[in-house]
């Protein structure tokens, strides 16, 4: 019985901690860095709360580091697909009628376990695992992860207030229920948070989750489940595997249970999903939720009023921290024939004083691309720019595999509008340099619109408040997330909900509650105090 109104008001964002030179925090994350590559992990996937060991083994590796081991994870296969979707509907009864506040205390305890005991050791697995640097980790892995479950709470408990009016005599009510059946939570390599993110943001809504992550992510996925573990969270409410892509879509999208997907990844691979989906649609109990947040050529154009510096800056930070490896990073740039020259002679400079390297010493601003696969394809580009006529590059373009997957910060300087790697996602530290007429801003404007299928991120910098507002105008379907004089990266939860269309995904905002919507199933119920005891009305009386 509900005893009260409970009330989550909005909480603060997580405070990003500066790991300066001799603070506490520097210390304690490089302690846990040195404790982590000690020992080698074993991995288990966790199914019903209890950790399966398959004895298949697939070896981790810290790409930066490619000779030294982490650990191994226990590879699964379809059999452990059906065992995880079996606990889930297991867990399902007694999970959607745990109370609101229970459920909510949960996650509100994973974060501040997140926020306190397992800040560094999350942060160094990220680090190690995904080859960021501390920085990178400490906004993704405790910062943002941490923001996702208390703002998510928040959210949630604004949307369970959320009721409709009642006339005389009878009373109104919305039941937000859960999806009926189970989630399929499939999360990429680069984000932690992200990770973290889509199995809670489903679960917390009362929905029970399979969740499946990159292979390349696994190992700081698996201390978050750990931590939720440590928090409460019952069995069988989030269960973690390791098993491909095929085998996973061919057990899920097929059962009759399947209630949704929340997916972060290729466009390509979520196009394949809606696809099977549509196809398996006589099989489900109920329509699916699909949600999905995919790929990005996210732009920025500079106007002829721009500040140089702050061009420079937007392009180096926001098309090279952690490698270009989000999905926000900048990887094309258009810049106005009056500052081109100056904006590419800085933007060299400042990258040619980058340091690469591993993730250990703190001084590295670029670390390694996160495998070998990846590798092969963002080399592919710049080798083929190096012998196109339309194309140079200006700075970077070197890359080695011997001991980790380094490729250099690489701009191409292009003259033609719609070259390859102008168009085409590339998820790395390659970024493309395209220069237009000053005087030609709004026909610049156009070829960003059109030039990519993608509509993720993308940023204008400009002192002339006119051509901001025209750039914001016409481009407003070309970004999900737009930066007036900013870097087109960094999104924070509550701050600016991430998510975009077009070829970019469902746009459901991450870090909103228009995402925990897609997690809800509304029941609306009317109660009448006293019911009329006759069909008739008075519009059928004559006198």
């Known amino acids: 019985m509900s005893l009260g109104y409970f009330s989550y008001p909005m909480p603060v964002n997580e405070p990003v901690l500066s790991y300066a030179p001799g603070s506490n925090e520097k210390n304690a994350l490089k302690k846990a860095l040195a404790d982590l590559k000690k020992k080698e992990l074993d991995i288990p996937m966790y199914i019903g709360g209890k950790a399966i060991k398959t004895g298949k083994k697939i070896a981790i590796h810290p790409p930066h580091e490619i000779a030294h081991t982490l650990g191994h994870f226990h590879l699964g296969e379809e059999k452990h697909v059906k065992q995880a979707i079996d606990a889930a509907l297991k867990a399902k009864e007694d999970w959607a009628a745990m109370s609101w506040e229970n459920r909510a205390h949960i996650f ?18 990220t680090m190690l695992g995904q080859s960021k640097n501390a920085y990178q980790a400490e906004i993704d892995s405790a910062c943002e992860l941490i923001d996702f479950l208390r703002f998510n709470v928040h959210f949630l408990s604004e949307i369970y207030k959320q009721q409709p009016i009642s006339g005389p005599g009878m009373h109104n009510r919305l039941e937000w229920r859960p999806l009926e ?73 097929s059962h009759r249970d399947f209630a949704g997907v929340h997916f972060t990844g290729s466009t390509g691979v979520f196009n394949s999903m809606w696809k099977t989906i549509g196809e398996n649609i006589p099989k489900y109990r109920t329509y699916p939720r699909i949600v999905g947040e995919t790929g990005g050529k996210d ?12 061009v420079v800056t937007a392009l180096a930070r926001g098309a090279f921290e952690f490698q270009g ?26 990258i040619q004083s980058m340091k690469m390297g591993s993730v250990e010493d703190f001084s590295n601003f670029i670390n390694a691309v996160i495998d070998e696969k990846a590798f092969n394809n963002i080399a592919r580009y710049i080798d083929n720019a190096k012998k196109d006529k339309k194309a140079k590059i200006l700075v970077g373009g070197k890359y080695d595999k011997k001991h980790g997957y380094f490729i250099e910060p690489t701009v191409i300087e292009t003259t033609d509008p719609k070259y390859a790697s102008l168009c085409e996602e590339i998820f790395g530290p ?8 000053a005087d030609e801003f ?30 914001t105008n016409k481009l407003r379907h070309a970004a999900g997330n737009f930066y007036i004089n900013d870097k087109p990266t960094g999104a924070v939860v509550g701050q600016q909900p991430f998510g975009g269309a077009r070829a970019s995904g469902t746009n459901d905002k991450a870090g909103s509650m228009l995402n925990l919507y897609r997690w809800l199933s509304a029941r609306t119920i009317k109660e009448t105090f006293n019911p009329p005891v006759s069909y008739g009305y008075p519009f059928m009386q004559e006198s």
């Open 108 to 125: 509100l305890k994973a974060a501040d376990l997140l926020a306190t005991k397992y800040r560094y050791q999350m942060n160094a697995c």
């Open 181 to 253: 059946g189970f989630v399929l939570a499939v999360t990429p390599f680069n984000f932690t948070a992200i990770g973290g993110n889509l199995p809670t943001s489903a679960a917390m809504c009362g929905n029970v989750v399979v969740w499946k992550p990159a292979n390349t992510q696994i190992y700081s996925a698996q201390i978050f489940m750990r931590i939720l573990k440590e928090a409460g969270l019952p069995d069988g409410v989030i269960n973690l595997i390791y098993v491909d892509g095929p085998t996973l879509g061919k057990v899920c999208f």
């Open 299 to 310: 732009f920025v154009i500079a106007h002829k009023s721009a500040d140089v510096d702050a």
């Open 325 to 350: 490896q989000k999905c926000s990073a900048a990887s094309r740039a258009y810049l106005p024939s009056n500052i081109a020259e100056q904006v590419k002679t800085k933007l060299v400079a400042a």
């Open 430 to 437: 390659v970024l493309t340099i395209y220069t237009y007429d």
């Open 442 to 471: 709004e026909a610049a404007l156009d070829l960003v619109d059109s030039t990519s299928p993608y509509a993720l991120t993308g940023s204008i910098l400009s002192q002339d408040r006119a051509a901001v507002e025209l750039a």
